[in-house]
């Protein structure tokens, strides 16, 4: 517990976001006898980031001129920045991506005086900044906290959802038709799909250890991408998904493009992940996934 | 003209603290919210049912109220009523995030108030003995894992929980997991009242070397639990006038003939008041409007309460207290309901999306949260969220005020003001995430 001075410099700088990804580092805290915290306003009363931090962890999109002034100020202190959370990913749940009139509701009502000016959508940090490893989630468990900050080079980590999920895909059971996201009793121990969810289970980044298919809810994505999809266009994303559900049931492909198109996706596909991820990017390598 | 700006830690987000001072005299204090997060402008043409999931998003630290909410506002759309095991596994998850929520407020937050340091984790730089503090952190952090791992068991997981779904919840909870979580309470119940006396004697101490416990006038106050039966998943809203009666209650679909909301220029946050005017949610407001608890040793720190500083009590600092006095109710309630069988029987019904607009409510740690939405041809029409933390900015700025006038005298403005800014807005952890929503 006590944070001695010769540990190296740990930091945490949020962005905007809801604070979901420092109440589960919170959980972790095991890294309390490792690090000596410099930074983290959530718990500590400190208003800057001292120089020469070891690692430096961002949570939250960039979503204020002053979101950009503090993670430059936070990368040019710090040895090491990792990316937290969908949020410093893609921009989270708060990315406006095409819906451009949700954005400029957004706008219209978002000015203030002498307050921050909010930027046109949220973004990712690697727009602004190098970020040296991505920690997707919404928010990482306490266990993708752990392996971030102890050993990610030697991370094993599960490639898709589907294999810590548990559930058994069976050939002999083939809806007719989309369930949704979330109707009706789940059966327990049978794949979300053969019983007609929409769940994304299956291009999506695994780690987090199944926790919202286990107990029956379909996958969102918000782990983002498995390392096949990659800074990949939406459409190879889109294609893998229409490929599973053409092999694992019989529902009509006109429907499946539909509840593939806007505005079923716009959740796993529009807002929480960066499955959309901007071409413009730095390309994310595997290597820099945990 | 002077404008001092206190940047604030050790709350929910990004906020700070506005004093505009001219020739020793306060002309304004005002608590800021520097971002907005914009869900209402978000979900708009969103799949009715898939926003369960996205809105829990407002806030990591409140996820669960909010998650709750989302569920109950679309059951009252879809004219659906869930099976009593599911309103009870609801009430264990709502109590596992009062429990998470008051730990992390008390100890982290608001403790090292007390003890001049700058965080949990620096107590043991502070005046009091090394192994004292250590071992105080260490079970701040063991009792708020509690509701943690309440909150997992009941909704699947702590933050962004999944397991309320329309029409109930996934699925029960099995006597094995629940025996236990009630052996992890009952080993732990004893070293939390032991924590919450040792925060009260702390509040005592810091409140005689202050010599003040802050803005005590008497106030409206605002919650949605019952007098006799404290239950978070909640149905009305109650409020009681500033002199200690009840004014009367009102159910949600009423709130705007009561609560007016409007937008504020300096802060992205709005402002609510009651009939025009200052009302107070969060915790002492729950217990100025609580006789019993209904738990044995919870009704003891209640009686201690109220006997100690009266009822209806109005000092700010109070706010503090009343949280101890609720993590106590919650670990009980937990066991209590938990030694209940809530592994068997109907945990969801059927239903049938319609459109149409629904309300819901609960008593989230903050206070009242009411969710509204309106549903058109199966999509998100508009959504409005009626937020706690709200309710209480005038609350935080007249408090403000009140230091303000305190340390701001002829001799100059005294440093002690950025420690009370820091206490005045802590007292009403304020969740600037939620505010902004």
């Given at each position: 517990m006590e944070t001695p001075k010769d540990l190296p410099k740990f930091a945490v700088l949020q962005l905007s976001g809801c604070s979901g990804c420092e109440v589960s580092l919170l959980n972790s805290d095991e890294w309390i006898s490792n690090f000596q915290l410099v930074y983290m306003p959530l718990v500590v009363t400190t208003h800057k980031i001292p120089e020469d931090v070891e690692v430096l962890l961002v949570t939250g999109g960039v979503r204020t001129d002053e979101d950009i002034h503090n993670l430059r100020k936070g990368r040019a202190r710090a040895r090491k920045l990792i990316a937290v959370g969908t949020c410093a990913l893609s921009g989270g749940v708060a990315q406006f991506k095409d819906k451009h009139i949700a954005r400029e509701s957004f706008i219209k009502a978002s000015h203030r005086l002498r307050m921050p000016d909010m930027l046109p959508n949220a973004y990712p940090l690697d727009r602004f900044v190098d970020v040296d490893l991505y920690l997707p989630g919404c928010p990482p468990t306490p266990e993708l906290f752990l392996t971030a900050l102890k050993d990610p080079e030697n991370a094993k980590i599960a490639s898709i959802v589907c294999q810590e999920c548990g559930r058994q895909k069976l050939n002999d059971m083939r809806p007719k038709h989309i369930t949704g996201m979330r109707s009706g009793v789940v059966l327990p121990d049978i794949c979300l799909i053969n019983q007609g969810y929409v769940c994304v289970g299956t291009s999506t980044r695994g780690g987090c250890g199944a926790l919202c298919t286990r107990p029956g809810h379909a996958c969102v994505g918000c782990r983002g991408p498995a390392n096949p999809h990659l800074n990949k266009d939406p459409e190879f994303v889109l294609d893998n998904l229409r490929r599973v559900f053409t092999r694992m049931t019989d529902i009509p492909i006109e429907e499946i493009n539909a509840t593939l198109a806007s505005p079923w996706l716009s959740l796993f596909l529009g807002q929480f992940t960066d499955y959309t991820q901007d071409q413009s990017l730095p390309q994310r390598t595997k290597e820099k996934m945990l | 003209m002077t404008t001092i700006t206190y940047p604030l830690s050790r709350i929910e987000g990004h906020a700070r603290v506005v004093i505009d001072v001219h020739d020793n005299e306060v002309f304004r204090a005002d608590f800021q919210a520097m971002e907005i997060r914009g869900f209402g402008h978000y979900v708009r043409g969103v799949p009715a049912e898939q926003i369960t999931v996205i809105v829990p998003r407002i806030c990591g630290v409140c996820s669960t109220a909010h998650q709750v909410a989302s569920v109950k506002a679309l059951e009252d759309t879809f004219g659906i009523t869930p099976p009593p095991l599911a309103l009870d596994i609801r009430e264990v998850l709502l109590l596992g995030q009062l429990i998470q929520n008051q730990a992390t407020s008390l100890f982290i937050f608001t403790m090292p108030d007390r003890a001049n340091a700058s965080s949990l984790f620096e107590l043991s730089q502070s005046e009091t003995g090394k192994a004292r503090e250590f071992s105080l952190a260490q079970n701040a952090l063991r009792i708020r894992k509690i509701g943690t791992d309440l909150i997992s068991l009941a909704g699947g997981q702590f933050i962004h929980p999944i397991k309320t779904v329309i029409g109930g919840v996934t699925s029960g909870i099995t006597r094995e997991k629940a025996d236990r979580m009630i052996q992890t309470i009952q080993e732990l119940l004893p070293v939390a009242t032991e924590l919450v006396d040792i925060y009260w004697e702390m509040s005592m101490e810091m409140g005689d070397r202050i010599g003040s416990w802050g803005d005590d006038e008497p106030t409206h106050y605002l919650a949605s639990t019952e007098a006799n039966n404290f239950r978070l998943n909640s149905q009305r809203l109650r409020v009681m006038q500033p002199d200690g009666t009840e004014a009367l209650s009102f159910d949600p679909h009423d709130f705007e003939a009561y609560l007016q909301v409007a937008e504020s220029e300096y802060s992205y946050a709005g402002v609510s008041s009651y009939m025009g005017q200052i009302v107070r949610a969060n915790s002492l407001a729950r217990i100025n409007l609580?006789?019993?608890?209904?738990?044995p040793r919870a009704d003891t720190y209640l009686k201690r309460f109220v006997q100690t500083f009266g009822k209806p009590a109005h000092a700010i600092m109070f706010f503090d207290l009343c949280r101890g006095i609720e993590l106590v109710y919650a670990l009980e309630k937990a066991q209590q309901m938990l030694e209940c069988d809530l592994e068997h029987g109907d945990t969801e019904v059927g239903y049938t999306p319609k459109d149409g607009t629904g309300f819901g409510l609960v008593e989230a740690p903050r206070g009242p949260l009411i969710h509204r939405y309106e549903v058109e041809n199966g999509l998100i029409k508009s959504a409005d969220f009626v937020i706690p933390t709200v309710h209480n900015m005038l609350a935080i700025r007249r408090a403000l005020m009140v230091a303000a006038k305190r340390y701001v005298s002829p001799e100059g403005i005294s440093a002690e003001l950025e420690r009370a800014v820091g206490r005045v807005v802590r007292a009403f952890d304020p969740c600037i995430a939620c505010a902004t929503k």
């Open positions: - | 609580t006789e019993s608890l209904g738990t």
